[in-house]
């Protein structure tokens, strides 16, 4: 099993950055595709950006550019860092992991985190 806690979210101002985190414990998630979700009010669950265990990485189009996830194995870590952030931004956001080399629909994921709030005013 694998517990996932984000945290880092807040309210800002359009323009600001954020740096959110999700600390993972359980396993070592280093052979892990690791990935942000966001949910808006209303709105299904969309991808963000993912980290694959080889480090490469993809990205929505919306955030592309913007957003930057990374992964710190020996902190077993994963940071989705969001600059330029836009009220559009504004959701839910989630880390998820599955043990399959690559997924695309939330379905293919076997683990959650709880999610962190992220608003960016305008």
């Known amino acids: 099993q694998v517990q996932l806690v984000e945290s880092g979210g807040g309210l800002v101002q359009a323009g600001d950055s954020l740096r959110l985190s999700c600390a993972a414990s359980g396993r070592a998630i280093g052979s892990y595709f690791m990935a942000w979700f966001r949910q808006a009010p209303g709105k299904e669950r969309e991808f963000v950006a993912a980290?694959?265990?080889?480090?490469?990485?993809s990205y929505a189009d919306s955030v592309k550019g913007r957003f930057t996830i990374s992964r710190d194995n020996a902190k077993n870590t994963v940071i989705l860092q969001m600059n330029s952030l836009e009220a559009e931004d504004t959701a839910v956001y989630y880390c998820?992991?599955?043990?399959?080399?690559?997924?695309?629909?939330?379905?293919?994921?076997?683990?959650w985190g709880q999610g962190t709030q992220v608003t960016v005013s305008s």
């Open positions: 998820a992991a599955t043990p399959s080399p690559s997924a695309v629909v939330t379905t293919q994921y076997d683990y």
């Open positions: 980290i694959r265990r080889s480090g490469s990485t």
